[in-house]
């Protein structure tokens, strides 16, 4: 049976355990099957990639552009996430400064999946309601301005407490430490900010998604022409909210992880494992999805990632035209 270590040296404005398992058959099988999961869809994501990276086309379209940025995104997210969970069960300790690098792109990749989302929904929005003026106002620039934007806002989060950290002691990011996001707490008011930025960001995710949505599905039953489109782009922003709501179980994680500790006991092997399942099916499972929510369902990407994805089998390579 898993034996477990509880420790708790942080200020009592936040929340953290540190648990140690014995390294059995099954936790060795547990932590490989997630990490060869994670690895998995990050090849997946690369062929993915290199697909939207051989045709000029794809460079040029906005929405292929939010793709290749989400789907680049959630494959940093899923490498340093798995990292992340590997170092907890080891309990390996970093320097600071390392454990805050690993926090600043775990949470900008974090945060940037469901902003991604909203700006995908809104190019949607556009190109429906206002076609006219879609290649005017979605402009690659434009489209690049925005990632800029979103990147610039979720990495302020972290970079305010970590040079918060450094003023308050210089030395502090050379000090050997267990790496979680909390250990960069040191005032309530950092606990705070992060509540409150994730707070902000899925409320506004949620607004902008629902809007999208419902003036799409607005737009597809008034308008007599194009109705195929406007069909295909009210499936994709719900695909959008379904994928938000994914992404919003993220935020639960932490939570779910106290409430299953307190129905199940600190001396329980159950927790152990209802933990794992935790991690694979609230952290990891979102990140897999977005190929197969968004690549393998569009007609000019399906086939070319065939194409690659089998090594080129196909004597003739796939051509694709993007609508």
């Not at 990147?151 to 970590?162: E, G, P, Q, V």
């Amino acid at each position: 049976m898993a034996t477990i270590n509880i420790t708790d040296t942080k200020p009592s404005f936040t929340y953290e355990q540190v648990y140690k398992v014995d390294f059995d058959a099954a936790t060795v099988t547990k932590i490989a099957v997630a990490v060869l999961l994670s690895l998995f869809f990050v090849y997946i994501n690369c062929i993915m990639l290199f697909t939207l990276g051989s045709k000029s086309m794809f460079h040029e379209t906005p929405r292929y552009i939010l793709f290749a940025h989400m789907l680049l995104n959630d494959s940093i997210l899923l490498l340093v996430t798995t990292v992340m969970y590997a170092m907890s069960l080891a309990l390996a300790n970093v320097a600071k400064a390392i454990c805050s690098l690993l926090v600043l792109i775990s949470t900008c990749t974090f945060q940037n999946a469901p902003l991604t989302l909203a700006l995908m929904s809104l190019e949607r929005y556009v190109a429906i309601c206002f076609p006219l003026r879609h290649c005017t106002i979605i402009t690659p620039k434009s489209t690049g301005i925005a990632l800029g934007i979103i990147w610039f806002a979720t990495s302020m989060n972290i970079l305010t407490d970590i040079m918060f950290d450094l003023v308050t002691d210089p030395s502090l990011l050379l000090k050997i430490t267990f790496c979680t996001r909390e250990k960069l707490f040191v005032a309530k008011w950092q606990a705070d900010k992060t509540q409150g930025f994730d707070l902000l960001f899925f409320v506004s995710v949620t607004v902008i998604i629902l809007f999208t949505y419902i003036s799409i599905m607005i737009t597809a039953r008034s308008i007599s022409s194009n109705k195929e489109s406007a069909t295909k782009a009210h499936k994709t922003v719900l695909l959008h909210l379904i994928q938000l709501g994914l992404c919003l179980t993220s935020f639960l994680y932490a939570t779910i992880e106290r409430i299953l500790y307190m129905m199940t006991g600190s001396s329980s092997s159950l927790f152990i494992h209802l933990r794992y399942l935790n991690f694979l099916i609230v952290l990891i499972l979102p990140r897999c999805l977005s190929p197969l929510i968004y690549g393998l369902r569009d007609d000019a990407v399906r086939p070319l990632f065939k194409y690659y994805f089998c090594y080129r089998t196909h004597k003739i390579k796939p051509v694709v035209n993007v609508v």
